[in-house]
């Protein structure tokens, strides 16, 4: 009776071969990181997409390696499983805090806010990235909420009074052990490009509003050297073409940052016409 009164959805998407966990693992079990450079590409494209969720105003609630599908052949990221996403204009609106895969769940969540913002995105995909930095090794594995805090805040130390008001105002901060911040580095091999730890450090942050905007990132010189014209991937084949960017894209923010996304070379390939055709708006 239920099931005739119930509708489906059906989607009908492009077939992807590969996961990131999947690849992640491939260089894992030859004890090899993932490349820097598909590092890199895996990372823009996934805040590229971040940055065209965001513009809309949507969290995808739920980022995480399995969820990032990749065609081999062509390095091509994107993301899937909207399963959680969820539209969040409304700063007073309320919504679930037990959301998202643990070891990807931001301070916020787990101290319990349910007025949180898209940037619970950004840290999962700072986590995201860590694990590619970390061969395949998760960043923050909690065996549960209270766990995954602690170990959080075994690397930022015990947030402050004010940091814990600016994840959650509700959350009762008197009761917090204090422990102090470690050494980021630990976390990583000393192969690490230093841009790529300094990135991280600006996504994986207490509070929210001061972790980078998606469409931010994508003007970190740790990926400069994708908009490099002479980059090849490691089998030698050309770079997907990660800067056609759609009018929308373009328009969601000023030129001083699209400059330094977009490399002049593909700007000189038909963008920048673009980008005078249309009156940029601020976000
Ligand atoms: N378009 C696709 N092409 C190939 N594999 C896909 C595609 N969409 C999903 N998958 C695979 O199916 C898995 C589960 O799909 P997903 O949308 O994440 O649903 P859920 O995690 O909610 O079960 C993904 O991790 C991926 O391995
Ligand atoms: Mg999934």
């Known amino acids: 009776m239920e099931r005739e009164t119930q509708e489906y959805l059906n989607i009908v998407t492009d077939f992807y071969e590969d996961t990131l966990s999947r690849i992640i693992n491939y260089f894992a079990r030859q004890k090899k990181l993932t490349p ?11 805040f590229r997409a971040l940055a065209y969720l965001h513009h809309n105003h949507i969290a995808h609630r739920d980022i995480k390696p399995s969820n990032l599908l990749i065609d081999k052949d062509t390095q091509k990221l994107v993301v899937c499983d909207f399963g959680s996403a969820k539209t969040l204009k409304d700063p007073n609106e309320t919504s679930v805090a037990y959301i998202s895969t643990r070891y990807y769940r931001a ?19 700072g986590c995201v990235m860590a694990e590619m ?8 594995e909690g065996a549960n909420n ?15 009074p004010e940091q814990i008001s600016e994840m959650n105002p509700l959350y009762p901060s008197k009761d917090m052990v204090k422990v102090k911040p470690g050494d980021i580095n630990a976390y990583f091999s000393s192969s ?37 014209f002479q980059m090849r991937l ?16 373009i328009q969601s923010t000023d ?10 070379w593909r700007r000189n390939q038909g963008i920048s016409r673009k980008i005078s055709k249309h009156s940029l708006k601020k976000v």
């Open 36 to 46: 820097f450079l598909l590092t890199k590409l895996y990372v823009f494209q996934l």
């Open 107 to 125: 301070p916020e969540l787990l101290l319990g806010n349910q007025q949180y913002g898209v940037e619970i995105d950004i840290w999962a995909a």
């Open 133 to 140: 930095f970390r061969g395949g090794r998760v960043m923050f």
């Open 146 to 160: 209270t766990d995954q805090l602690i170990k959080i805040i075994q690397l930022f130390g015990t947030p402050t």
């Open 192 to 228: 690490i490009p230093k841009e790529g730890i300094q990135l991280l450090q600006q996504l994986l942050i207490y509070e929210p509003s001061l972790r980078m905007r998606a469409i931010d990132v994508l003007a970190h010189p740790f990926f400069d050297e994708l908009r490099d």
């Open 234 to 249: 490691p089998q030698g084949g050309k770079l997907p073409d990660i800067f056609d960017l759609t009018t929308e894209e």
């Open 255 to 264: 030129r001083s940052v699209l400059d330094k996304i977009i490399p002049i």
